[in-house]
T-cell receptor, first 116, second 115 residues
């Protein structure tokens, strides 16, 4: 069975601090995809990044960066110089092809609060 | 295209009543998913449609739940004889056809409160 664990339930930092959100996953699939989504108070899940299991290159997009380490089954997300607008719940998710469906298995989420 | 649209955004109902939610996916997205999100938890998969065919249902989807996607466009999720445990956010997502493992596009969800 697939499983995603986000051990940090809530994180609170002061604006401009760097913050890392942890994500650990379990799967028996050899091919799988990892995602990060942001959920602001409005409720909509906003896609941030997708990474496939064969690509362990780290990725940077502006203030966001992702560290994928297959050896430790982790896909951590770092926000550099955090801003108040980054406050949201962040979800890590795992996808494999099950009966052709691409269903997502989500972690419990990390509520990030950036204080001014 | 304005994205995935869900209606209503909020629904309060009395226990035992039936409710129906609607999801309009992004046009030409042939895959549609329903997820349920309870407070403080991540979304959980409920069911999946490819065009009008319902191809997978989670064991979370009890007999009181039914989903349809007539003509492969919009979808409805009905809950019969609602219970307080059904209170949750119901999220719909769609994915473009012929693109595997791309990101899912989510709607803003329908928040159901059963009193």
């Amino acid at each position: 069975a697939q499983k995603v664990t986000q051990a940090q339930t809530e994180i609170s930092v002061v604006e401009k601090e760097d913050v890392t959100l942890d994500c650990v996953y379990e799967t028996r699939d050899t091919t799988y995809y990892l995602f990060w989504y942001k959920q602001p108070p409005s409720g909509e899940l906003v896609f941030l990044i997708r990474r496939n299991s064969f690509d362990e290159q780290n990725e940077i997009s502006g203030r966001y960066s992702w560290n994928f380490q297959k050896s430790t089954s982790s896909f951590n997300f770092t926000i550099t110089a955090s801003q108040v607008v980054d406050s949201a719940v962040y979800f890590c998710a795992l996808s494999g092809l099950i009966q052709g469906a691409q269903k997502l298995v989500f972690g419990q989420g990390t509520r990030l609060t950036i204080n001014p | 295209d304005t994205g995935v649209s869900q209606n209503p955004r909020h629904k309060i109902t009395k226990r035992g009543q039936n409710v129906t939610f609607r999801c309009d996916p992004i046009s030409e997205h042939n895959r549609l998913y329903w997820y349920r999100q309870t407070l403080g938890q991540g979304p959980e998969f409920l069911t999946y449609f490819q065009n009008e065919a319902q191809l997978e249902k989670s064991r979370l989807l009890s007999d009181r739940f039914s989903a349809e996607r007539p003509k492969g466009s919009f979808s409805t999720l009905e809950i019969q004889r609602t219970e307080q445990g059904d209170s949750a956010m119901y999220l719909c997502a769609s994915i473009p056809k012929w693109i595997m493992n791309t990101e899912a596009f989510f709607g803003q969800g329908t928040r159901l409160t059963v009193v």
